[in-house]
């Protein structure tokens, strides 16, 4: 069974930093593209970052460049998402995702492109 469980969600001061990780099973990470979405409450999911198969090409949303780093390790089969200098906008439950298409995919941001969810993890961000 495919399966994507992500952790390391919590309370935290602005300004301080938290690091998300996504463990899969029952699937070969290297095949995908792995994302990182967001919803906050009465919002729509929102496109965070993502990293390509290779690990080197990464992306992320206007609201997190420059704070936030994804990174994957095929061999641990996790994908990590490091987040520095958090606001309180940054309030969500974040979620990761696999995107199995094998060229570049223009609609990277769209939630519908992936086709493997975690159950997420809530990030609160408040003094």
């Known amino acids: 069974q495919l399966q994507l469980v992500e952790s390391g969600g919590g309370l935290v001061q602005p300004g301080g930093s938290l690091r998300l990780s996504c463990a899969a099973s029952?699937?070969?990470?290297?095949?995908?593209?792995l994302g990182w979405f967001r919803q906050a409450p009465g919002k729509e999911r929102e496109f965070v970052a993502r990293?390509?198969?290779?690990?080197?090409?990464?992306l992320y949303g206007d609201s997190v460049r420059g704070r936030f780093t994804i990174a994957r390790d095929d061999a641990k089969k996790t994908v990590d998402l490091q987040m520095n200098s958090l606001k309180p906008e940054d309030t969500a439950v974040y979620y990761c995702?696999?995107?199995?298409?094998?060229?570049?995919?223009?609609?990277?941001?769209?939630?519908?492109?992936?086709?493997?969810w975690g159950q997420g993890t809530q990030v609160t961000v408040s003094s």
């Open positions: 990293v390509d198969r290779s690990g080197f090409g990464t």
């Open positions: 029952g699937f070969t990470l290297d095949a995908y593209a």
């Open positions: 995702a696999a995107d199995s298409t094998v060229t570049y995919n223009t609609y990277f941001y769209r939630p519908t492109e992936y086709e493997y």
